[in-house]
Antibody, heavy 117, light 110 residues
Framework: EIQLVESGGGVVQPGGSLRLSCVGS????????IHWVRQVPGNGLVWVSR????????MYADSVRGRFTISRDNAKNTVYLHITSLRDEDTAVYYC??????????WGQGTLVSVSS | QSALTQPPSASGSPGQSVTISCTGTSSDIGTYNYVSWYQQYPGKAPKLIIY???KRPSGVPDRFSGSKSGSTASLTVSGLQAEDEADYYCSSYAGSNTFVFGGGTKLTVL
C-alpha cells in the first residue's frame, strides 16, 4: 500500500509562490495517478488537480488553472504542485492522495499553506 | 464545477441506519459512475470508504454502502456505531478532466 507524505507548506505573502511536494513510498510510484485536494480549516474538501502516471496528462480545477502546475519526478517518487500568484483564498491544508477509480485514497497528512501579509 | 449538494447534518441512534444524499447534475453524477465517499474525523485526513458508486476498499466495514439514482448518490451507514460520528464527503468525476466534491455532512450518533 502506497504511503504519501506532503511537505512544502508555510506562510507566504499574497502574490508569492510555493512548491508543494508529495513523496510516495512502498510501491512502484509511476503506477499511481495522484490528486491534490485542499481544505480550508473548518470547511469542505475542494479538488485541485490530478496527474497521470507518466505526467503527460495533468488536470486542474477551473479555479486554479493557470496559477497551479502539477508535475512529477518518478525517479524521486515525488509529485509537485507549484502555486503562483498566491491569494488569500488559497489558504488551506493541501492533501495529496492516489487515484482509486476516480476516488482519492491513501491520503497524506496534509501541509498547511497560509497566505498572509 | 459547482459543488455537489449534501445535507449539512444527519443523525441516528446506535444500531440504526442513516442515509446521506449527494445531489449533482447530469454533468457529473448523472453521467458518470465515478462517485466516491469519504469519512473524516476532526483534525485528520479523509479516508476513502466508497468508490465507483458502491465499491468498498479493503478494510472498510460492509456497514457502509453506496448507491446512485439519476443525479443523486447516497451513502448508507447501517448498524450505526459511536465511531461512525464524523464528517462525510462525496465526490464525482465531472467531465472535462475535472472532479467535484460535496460540501460535507456531519453525522452525529445520538
Amino acid at each position: 500500500e502506497i504511503q504519501l507524505v506532503e511537505s512544502g507548506g508555510g506562510v507566504v505573502q499574497p502574490g508569492g509562490s510555493l512548491r508543494l511536494s508529495c513523496v510516495g513510498s512502498g510501491v512502484t510510484f509511476s503506477n499511481y495517478w495522484i490528486h491534490w485536494v485542499r481544505q480550508v480549516p473548518g470547511n469542505g474538501l475542494v479538488w485541485v488537480s490530478r496527474i497521470n502516471g507518466d505526467g503527460s496528462n495533468p488536470m486542474y480545477a477551473d479555479s486554479v488553472r493557470g496559477r497551479f502546475t502539477i508535475s512529477r519526478d518518478n525517479a524521486k517518487n515525488t509529485v509537485y504542485l507549484h502555486i503562483t500568484s498566491l491569494r488569500d483564498e488559497d489558504t488551506a491544508v493541501y492533501y495529496c492522495g492516489r487515484d482509486v477509480f476516480g476516488g482519492v485514497g491513501s491520503w497524506g497528512q496534509g501541509t498547511l499553506v497560509s497566505v498572509s501579509s | 464545477q459547482s459543488a455537489l449538494t449534501q445535507p449539512p447534518s444527519a443523525s441516528g441512534s446506535p444500531g440504526q441506519s442513516v442515509t446521506i444524499s449527494c445531489t449533482g447534475t447530469s454533468s457529473d453524477i448523472g453521467t458518470y459512475n465515478y462517485v466516491s465517499w469519504y469519512q473524516q474525523y476532526p483534525g485528520k485526513a479523509p479516508k476513502l470508504i466508497i468508490y465507483e458508486v458502491n465499491k468498498r476498499p479493503s478494510g472498510v466495514p460492509d456497514r457502509f454502502s453506496g448507491s446512485k439514482s439519476g443525479s443523486t448518490a447516497s451513502l448508507t451507514v447501517s448498524g450505526l456505531q459511536a465511531e461512525d460520528e464524523a464528517d462525510y464527503y462525496c465526490s464525482s468525476y465531472a467531465g472535462s478532466n475535472t472532479f467535484v466534491f460535496g460540501g460535507g455532512t456531519k453525522l452525529t450518533v445520538l
